[in-house]
Nanobody, 123 residues
């Protein structure tokens, strides 16, 4: 099993940048594909980006491409989400997730989830 804890959320203004981090404990992060999701009030959970176990390849949803970048540091058991040019519609709770299968992150439903960190973007 792996435990995930997100950090880095907060209140920012439109156009600002923010970097979220997710720390993994338990089994090492390198054992899992990992990704980021978000859920805004009243909306379904949305996949953003994922990275394979080694971190050499990443995948992002069209809505995240160009502004969001995922990275991982297996030596620190962390993954990050760099978010640039934030917009009010990016306001949501952001969750990191892990699964041994990348497909489960990108397409279906990963097994392990963090509690989330709130990001609020004011106009």
């Amino acid at each position: 099993q792996v435990q995930l804890v997100e950090s880095g959320g907060g209140l920012v203004q439109a156009g600002d940048s923010l970097k979220l981090s997710c720390a993994a404990s338990g089994r090492t992060a390198s054992s899992y594909a990992m990704g980021w999701f978000r859920q805004a009030p009243g909306k379904e959970r949305e996949f953003l980006c994922a990275t394979i176990k080694s971190g050499r390849s990443t995948y992002c949803a069209d809505s995240a491409k160009g502004r969001f970048t995922i990275s991982r540091d297996n030596s620190k058991n962390t993954i990050d989400l760099q978010m640039d040019n934030l917009k009010p519609e990016d306001t949501a709770v952001y969750h990191c997730a892990a699964d041994q299968e990348l497909h489960n992150i990108v397409v279906t439903n990963p097994v392990y989830w963090g509690q989330g960190t709130q990001v609020t973007v004011s106009s």
